[in-house]
């Protein structure tokens, strides 16, 4: 199975404090993504990356920034969290080579905005 | 875009019992894969299938790109089945993968 990790795994935290969600992944791989997925609902993306210094906003708007320093590394940062924030955040890679590029996904993170 | 669209949205099963999820879409696809969300959050890769048909076990998923639309089929359910199904696909010319709405499994033991 696909190594990628997300930290922290819940966060509860208050209005006004500026978040950084982690993700990581050990495969190599070029393609990253984020995803914000309210409970039972779809998931919309919001945020991608198809290599370093390469990131692109995603189909759904958010106040959220990201940042592809390293390969291995796709941070996601909220300046200053507000209650229309909760929901939870899912990352994913993919492979860039050949026709057969199905995404991984970390666990996620549970974010509540109080 | 392409539309994704899965049915049924919901579907109570008792355990034992087979059921089959359907996804269709509106544009030929590249990639196209079946996700399993567990009650946790977690979104677990049942299927790499952009074509073609697959087993694993108690599941088995099949594509007819020519027809736009793709099953996941789910024999002897278990509780543990329940959750959230989504297809996902990508179209030609971009890496963006596209999620249905998803169909909502209840197990009942």
């Known amino acids: 199975e696909a190594d990628i990790y997300q930290t922290p795994r819940y966060l509860v935290i208050g209005t006004g404090k500026k978040i950084t969600l982690e993700c990581s992944q050990t495969m190599g791989h070029d393609k990253m993504y984020w995803y914000q997925q309210d409970p039972g609902m779809e998931l919309h993306l919001i945020h991608y990356s198809y290599g370093v210094n390469s990131t692109e906003k995603g189909d759904l708007s958010s106040e959220s920034t990201v940042s592809r320093i390293r390969t291995e590394h796709f941070p996601l940062t909220l300046e200053s969290a507000r209650p229309s924030h909760t929901s939870q955040y899912l990352c994913?890679?993919?492979?860039?080579?050949?026709?057969?590029?199905?995404?991984?996904f970390g666990d996620g993170t549970r974010l509540s905005i109080l | 875009g392409i539309q994704v669209e899965q049915s049924p949205p919901d579907l109570i099963l008792q355990e034992g019992a087979n059921s089959t999820l359907r996804c269709n879409f509106s544009d030929s696809v590249n990639n196209l894969q079946w996700f399993h969300q567990n009650p946790w959050g977690q979104l677990i890769n049942l299927f790499y299938?952009?074509?073609g048909t697959k087993q694993n076990g108690r599941l088995s998923a099949t594509t007819v790109a020519t027809e736009r639309y793709s099953l996941l089929y789910i024999s002897s359910s278990q509780t543990t089945d329940s959750g959230v199904y989504f297809c996902a696909l990508t179209t030609s010319g971009t890496y963006k993968y596209i999620f249905g709405t998803g169909t909502r499994l209840k197990v009942l033991a």
């Open positions: 299938i952009p074509s």
């Open positions: 994913a890679s993919s492979e860039s080579k050949g026709p057969a590029q199905p995404q991984h």
